[in-house]
């Protein structure tokens, strides 16, 4: 053969292999942008690029300008956009039983400052889906989005408009600009046993119930897919609406909506005492297997829409909402062995490996078995058969250990006096529970990635790609160490790009979604370092209260040097105890607070507290005291009305304060404001004014 021929023979050969490298990468790009459906793996995908990258540049007359190296870049996030909620979604608190509801009433009733009428209570069935909420521009349904993470959700509009059930056009509503209806997306039982079997046959993973099926079917790229689910839509609640519409309780809202033709549920029931509350549950939990959808409890809302707003909200749940949650269900298993995890904050906490099991449709396999306390209580060992249950979403707990099936060399089980991470010595303060490694974050590994697991955790940082195997990756290879390392991580292209499993694509997505949480509220800043006891509700609160990052990384320079006045500012927060102060004061060391304040500065913006009410009010931004005693609502409640209004609420009065607000009996307190000069109101002023 001629040396011509040959090479001709050569190009050609390099193209057919270069044409099927470009297909194979296009078909799984479609796969992973349209069909939200990947069949490998992101590092198997780099592999097959990085391949297809080094043929162009050996032969750059390959390229064209619709190479999918240069094409399909890495428009991240393809599936479904952002959307920001009009209002929170928010969450209900949990009742487990009749003397939560009780209590929760009482509660209510003491902040509403009632007498001794019972509170009017709509209860709704509790349905077990996801929730949603659905605008209407005009009467058109426009759009729809997923609750995420109670402000931002997902947009899954074109999902939703396969739904039978949600009106894509409503009459009623046509003169209305926007009506946002919210309420849940669910399957029916009888489609969920159906969509497994199916699943089954062909070999697909199966979903573990109908809100995990019902989800996964709303987030499918493929409408003709959700449209087979036979997803549905139950109506409860409403978001934005732009003109105001004549209903003054749950129950006239429900009836209008109906009307309008949307789903409502017909099982509801109007409480007027604690003998009511009782009959709607036992009637509905009785009837609850004969129900074609899952429900997991009772839904108590106050029916008054104005007594509602006066409730408002703590935290992420209403106020005017309590949810009471049907008993666990339960099943029996063996524990295989108990192994020791150490926490972020350097816990040891026990847990058991089992043999896993089906709890209300749920597959379980390990169990926490908290603390030395509770295994000695229970006497859980290795190779016991134990009794468990598990409520709704409530992780599983071992109830009891069946004694007589226990093995005859079974010995009692003791937390380990050394760490099993980095061997230090354990300890257990008298009067607590836990047992902590000594080691602390400078020694103990385990404990150094258990708090970068938590800085990027969805409640926190919530950094797509970050989470599990790349973090444990990068924090061996030394890329990072602190969390603000993660937002210096692109010093290391080369190095990560040139490992094996991690490529171009893989990398930019990382470190857009890195990006994309340079900006961040007060709250979950706060709440990603992981302070003992900070929380979600805690982290909030101090956001509310110090209002911006400044004042906040001052008090806890402050705290941490001692400094009584800021140590008392802390008690004072309301809901904030003196143990809780502790573990800030204990947990913000030098070392600590350096770390914070480089943190702050790897990000672009750390925003204020944003009050999710009004704050352009006739109250912002002023300093108000109570004193003496209202009558028409309570302390509590006056104190929450103003600060969603912008106020500022102290105890005592001094040249700063604006308002003072006096109810019967007011004391010293009034007087010191009228030798200052400072408005005082009577409670009749201080309601004109909340109106
Ligand atoms: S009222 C919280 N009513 O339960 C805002 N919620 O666990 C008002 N849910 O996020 C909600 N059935 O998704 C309400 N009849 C019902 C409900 C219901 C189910 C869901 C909802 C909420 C979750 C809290």
Same mark, same amino acid.
């Given at each position: ?5 040959? *090479? ?56 064209? *300008? ?18 920001? @909620?009009? +209002? ?8 487990? !039983? ?32 996801? =929730? ?26 074109? +999902? ?14 046509? !003169? ?65 609406? +732009? ?65 509602? *707003? ?59 078995? @908290? ?79 258990? +708090? ?60 857009? =979604? ?30 509310? @209260?110090?209002?911006?990052? @400044? ?64 704050? !352009? ?75």
């Amino acid at each position: 053969m001629k040396i011509k021929d040959k *090479k001709e023979k050569n190009v050609k050969k390099i193209k057919e292999e270069y044409l099927k490298l470009k297909n194979e990468i296009n078909s799984h790009n479609k796969l992973y942008y349209d069909q939200n459906n990947p069949k490998i793996s992101d590092s198997e995908y780099d592999l097959l690029w990085n391949e297809l990258k080094s043929l162009e540049e050996k032969f750059p007359f390959l390229k064209t *300008k619709k190479s999918p190296t240069i094409q399909v870049g890495y428009k991240a996030n393809q599936g479904f956009s952002k959307v920001k @909620h009009s +209002s929170p979604m928010l969450s209900l608190e949990n009742a487990l !039983n009749i003397e939560d509801v009780k209590k929760y009433i009482e509660k209510i009733s003491r902040y509403l400052n009632l007498k001794n009428e019972f509170i009017e209570l709509v209860a709704e069935p509790k349905i077990d889906g996801l =929730s949603i909420s659905l605008k209407y521009k005009n009467g058109k349904f426009i759009s729809g989005a997923t609750r995420g993470d109670g402000q931002i959700g997902e947009d899954v509009t074109s +999902s939703l408009m396969t739904i039978k059930n949600i009106p894509k056009e409503v009459i009623n509503l046509k !003169n209305i600009d926007v009506f946002e209806i919210r309420g849940e997306i669910y399957m029916d039982k009888k489609d969920f046993l159906f969509l497994n079997k199916n699943r089954k046959l062909n070999g697909e993973s199966l979903f573990a119930n109908p809100r995990n099926a019902a989800a996964g079917s709303l987030r499918q790229l493929d409408n003709e897919v959700v449209k087979k689910r036979n997803l549905k839509f139950f109506a409860y609640t409403y978001g934005e609406i +732009s003109k105001e519409i004549a209903f003054k309780s749950q129950k006239e809202f429900l009836d209008i909506i109906r009307h309008y033709g949307f789903p409502t549920n017909e099982d509801f029931k109007i409480c007027k005492n604690f003998n009511d509350i009782e009959i709607f549950y036992n009637e509905i939990e009785k009837k609850r297997d004969k129900l074609k959808y899952d429900i997991d409890g009772i839904v108590y809302k106050i029916n008054y829409i104005d007594v509602q *707003k006066r409730l408002g909200l703590v935290g992420r749940a209403p106020r005017w909402a309590i949810a009471r949650k049907f008993p666990a269900e339960k099943a029996e298993t063996q524990i295989n062995d108990i192994k020791i995890q150490v926490g972020r904050t350097g816990i040891l906490t026990p847990v058991a490996e089992l043999n896993p099991v089906l709890i209300g449709g749920v597959r379980v396999s390990r169990v926490s078995l @908290h603390n030395q306390d509770e295994i000695d209580r229970k006497d859980i060992r290795i190779g016991d058969t134990i009794k468990l249950q598990r409520a709704g979403d409530v992780i599983p707990q071992v109830i009891s250990v069946d004694l007589s099936k226990r093995l005859k060399n079974s010995k009692k089980f003791i937390i380990p006096d050394k760490c099993p991470c980095c061997k230090s010595k354990t300890h257990r303060k008298e009067n607590e529970v836990a047992v902590k490694c000594t080691g602390g974050l400078s020694i103990c590994e385990d404990q150094q990635l258990g +708090s970068l697991e938590y800085f990027v955790s969805r409640n926190a940082f919530n950094i797509e790609g970050l989470g599990g195997k790349n973090l444990k990756k990068f924090w061996m290879e030394g890329f990072i160490k602190y969390p603000f390392d993660i937002f210096y991580l692109d010093k290391f292209k080369e190095k990560i790009i040139s490992k094996e499993g991690f490529g171009e694509k893989s990398y930019l997505n990382l470190i857009k =979604s890195i990006n994309e949480k340079k900006i961040i509220s007060l709250e979950k800043f706060i709440y990603s370092l992981g302070i003992p006891q900070i929380g979600r509700r805690t982290s909030n609160l101090l956001s509310k @209260h110090f209002k911006n990052f @400044h004042k906040w990384f001052i008090s806890i320079e402050n705290l941490s040097n001692g400094n009584v006045k800021v140590y008392n500012d802390y008690i004072n927060i309301d809901g904030i105890g003196p143990d809780v102060v502790d573990d800030i004061k204990n947990f913000f060391n030098n070392e600590k607070i350096k770390i914070v304040k480089k943190l702050s500065q790897s990000l672009k913006k750390i925003e204020d507290y944003k009050f999710l009410i009004k704050s !352009n009010s006739k109250l912002s931004e002023k300093i108000i005291v109570f004193t003496g005693t209202l009558e028409k609502m309570s302390r509590s409640e006056a104190k929450s009305k103003a600060e969603e209004l912008g106020a500022k609420v102290t105890n005592s009065v001094s040249n700063k304060t604006d308002y003072v607000i006096a109810g019967k009996d007011s004391g010293s307190k009034e007087k010191k404001a009228k030798d200052l000069k400072i408005k005082v109101l009577n409670e009749n002023e201080w309601m004109k004014f909340l109106s």
